[in-house]
């Protein structure tokens, strides 16, 4: 996947029926909530201007906290949907099984008709007249040209759907990521839905769910359903839309060189011998007897290229002392390859005399 997957619940996942029980009784939490403001108490009474009446604020505010409600309660069971084109920009965006769409769409539909019913019921309680005034002024129903609140043409109307249900649809899929706050989800998605509504409801009273438009729509007649089409075809595209773009732009895995620099691993050297410790022409040497030659230490080649003379034992070099003269320390050689034959032993050397010369007339041999 290309974003971190969210910790899995220790507790059993639902029961199918059970998230389609919980969408169901969702979606149809939300339209009772904005169909029942609408038409109880946008306006409240006979008279329009009465100023008890909430109006698009009080419908706008309504549907999101209707929505803000139904998530934190149903939310834990379906995933709160409550709406077909969230369901298919969820899909869109790899967070919900494809599969599945067509039964939450189904109960999304029950739901919403359910809903809507439940307020009409209630309105055929009212004063002689109210049933039928309500559904002639189109039950809350969506529309364009001569059934737009304020007489929009179908290219605003298509325009508005998209763009504030794609709107819609990046806020929940940005609040719902793995890596948000999943707590404070709901409130957001639902102030959102509130905003949003505010910008449709004076165009065409707002769809951005297509359930909610058909379950409206049929209930106020035939001419609201010859326009239902345009609200269920745009949100649905508007929803896919953004479930397309947000997988594509802001759930992409980063690139291991974006994260941190390469590591380039190199096998390790094979080890080297230590190099053969050379005697220095300085070493220290206990000081000799006076008038008691001293002989000299050979000098040593680096271990990897042995000279032959390096090589010799150093019994054959070195010349023999007198007795009680103190002697050199014998310092280490390295492992070298086989000696050429030792050269003649160098003469004795006497007391009182230096190495290799005539000895004084007089003195005894």
Known sequence: MS?????????????TSAKLLAEAAGTFLLVFALTGTATFSAFFGIEPSNPLGVGFLG???????????GAYTFGPISGGHFNPAVTLGLAAARRFAW????????????????????????????????????????????????????????????IVEVVATALFLFVILGVT????????????????????????????????????????????????????????????????IAGFVYSTLFDREKIASDVAPAVVRLEPAAPQPAPAATPSATASIPAAAPGVPVASAPSQEPASNPSPVSAQPAAATAAPQAPGAPTAAASPTPPAPPAPPAPPAPPTIHPGTAYGSTPPSGAKR
């Open 177 to 240: 990521h793995a890596r948000a706050n999943a707590g404070f989800a709901p409130i957001a998605i639902g102030l959102t839905l509130t905003v949003l509504l505010l910008v449709a409801i004076p165009i065409d009273n707002a769809s951005l769910n297509p359930a909610r438009s058909l379950a409206t729509a049929i209930f106020a007649g035939t001419p609201w359903l010859v326009q239902v089409w345009v609200f269920l075809v745009f949100p649905s595209l508007g929803g896919l």
């Open 59 to 69: 419908v706008a505010l309504a549907l999101g906290l209707a929505v803000m409600i």
């Open 3 to 15: 974003y971190p997957d969210a910790p899995q619940p220790a507790t059993p996942q639902p029961h």
């Open 99 to 158: 599969r599945e769409v067509p039964a939450y769409i189904a109960v999304q539909l029950v739901g919403a008709i359910a809903g809507a019913a439940a307020v009409l019921a209630i309105a055929s309680g009212g004063p002689l007249g109210y049933l039928e005034r309500t559904l002639v002024d189109g039950f809350a129903s969506n529309g364009y040209g001569e059934l737009s609140p304020n007489l929009f043409s179908l290219f605003s109307v298509v």
